[in-house]
């Protein structure tokens, strides 16, 4: 069994900030994998299904972000897993957006929600690393991650979500090269092999054409030859 943990902030007022990408990235497998109906549990929303033939808990904990870490320690001992057990989807600055990498163990980077996980199970837990961009000072990041996406990001916002859907059972079995492949796919697209350019002519074909240099008198002769 795994937990996958989607970090956000409860409520209709931050459903669609930039904070929220891992609630959005859950709700996403959770509707594309068919999985169970969302239930309060363990001071968050979960849900349970399957990835592939791994059994999968969801949970996004409704504590707000710099608490999750107390929904997360509570899932875990219910279920008797290991911090390893644990994969986060949270969203990233320091990745441009629609950028994505994964990580196992290691700092929290001042994200809050993070810290309050490495707080109370530790450091030793994977995380899928949601890139949205920075403001360009860290002064304005906290107003920068509670906005909401712009309308201009919702087309490279779709194929993250739904190319982490569709890498998730690849998520599940610790494959994140096949994880991540997935979500490329989705984003950068590969261009059919069927569909080719036409080719350019390299020249004008008239201006290729050779001049022709020869006098009348010559042109005559050259008729009789």
Not at 48 to 60: A, D, F, N, P, Y
Request: charged content about 25%; aromatic content about 6%; glycine content about 10%.
């Amino acid at each position: 069994m795994k937990l996958f943990v989607g970090l956000g902030n409860p409520g209709a007022k931050y459903a669609g900030n930039r904070h929220n990408i891992g609630f959005m990235a859950l709700d996403r497998i959770a509707s594309d994998h068919g999985f169970g109906p969302w239930k309060s549990k363990f001071q968050g929303e979960m849900s349970e299904g399957r990835l592939g033939s791994e059994k999968i808990v969801l949970l996004k904990p409704t504590t707000f972000m710099n608490l999750s870490g107390q929904s997360v320690q509570a899932a875990l001992s219910f279920y008797k897993l290991d911090s390893t057990d644990v994969t986060v989807l949270h969203d990233e600055i320091d990745l441009a957006p629609a950028k994505i990498r994964c990580k196992a163990g290691g700092g929290h980077a001042g994200h809050n929600g993070l810290r309050s996980i490495h707080q109370h199970i530790g450091p030793h837990y994977d995380r899928v690393r949601l890139g949205v961009g920075h403001p360009g000072h860290k002064d304005k990041v906290p107003s920068y991650v509670l906005h909401d996406f712009a309308k201009a990001d919702q087309d490279w916002l779709d194929d993250v979500l739904r190319g982490v859907s569709d890498g998730a059972p690849h998520l599940a079995e610790g494959d994140t090269g096949r994880f991540l492949n997935a979500v490329s796919l989705r984003v950068a697209p590969a261009r059919s092999s069927t569909t080719k350019e036409k080719p350019k002519p390299s020249v004008n074909p008239v201006e290729a054409a050779p001049q022709d240099t020869r006098t009348p008198m010559q042109k005559l002769l050259d008729k009789f030859k």
